[in-house]
């Protein structure tokens, strides 16, 4: 089993453009969840999905979309990227809400 | 959500103990959690309590949680230098997004020779 993957590990983007970042599990776990980590600020929830079919915002959802795709994947876009959103992107599942997370390597994403 | 508080930095002796701490806001948390974090990698469960225990004990780690207080520490008895990371504390409840952790910023724990 591979876990939490995530795609890419590393971008650089300039001012306005868009991407999409690619998470997957392979856990049949039910909740899926995207948090960026900026020094000094810990983990920050962007948006979480409780089951596939259902999304809902977190503390920072600002400036991101996402999209449960099926039970396994769930991404997150970037439409119109912008400095403030360099940080680095950790993609989570977990059977349900209050059991063990289990994270991606994380997404290290620079705009510039 | 409300901010998880912990101490930015630690630094110990190889084969001393660790005492890391935090500080928790909700009362009605109910899985208490610490996360390990390795140089570029992602976040790793160490150990959870649960909210109507007082300690948890597993190998080199241990677990106080005084609910009166809202405090959690996590003990590393016979530091080791690949102990060295980041360490976070997340509460779960009900009264979070329903389904997330709130976590700490993450204490920075550096083991010397």
Sequence with gaps: ?112 | GEDVEQSLFLSVREGDSSVINCTYTDSSSTYLYWYKQEPGAGLQLLTYIFSNMDMKQDQRLTVLLNKKDKHLSLRIADTQTGDSAIYFCAEFSNSNSGYALNFGKGTSLLVTP
């Design chain 1, 1 to 112: 089993n591979a876990g939490v993957t995530q795609t890419p590990k590393f971008q650089v983007l300039k001012t306005g453009q868009s991407m999409t970042l690619q998470c997957a599990q392979d856990m049949n776990h039910n909740s899926m969840y995207w948090y960026r980590q900026d020094p000094g600020m810990g983990l920050r929830l962007i948006y979480y999905s409780a089951s596939e079919g259902t999304t809902d915002k977190g503390e920072v959802p600002n400036g991101y979309n996402v999209s449960r795709l099926n039970k396994r994947e769930f991404s997150l876009r970037l439409e119109s990227a912008a400095p403030s959103q360099t940080s680095v992107y950790f993609c989570a599942s977990s059977q349900r809400g209050a059991n063990e997370q289990f994270f991606g390597p994380g997404t290290r994403l620079t705009v510039l």
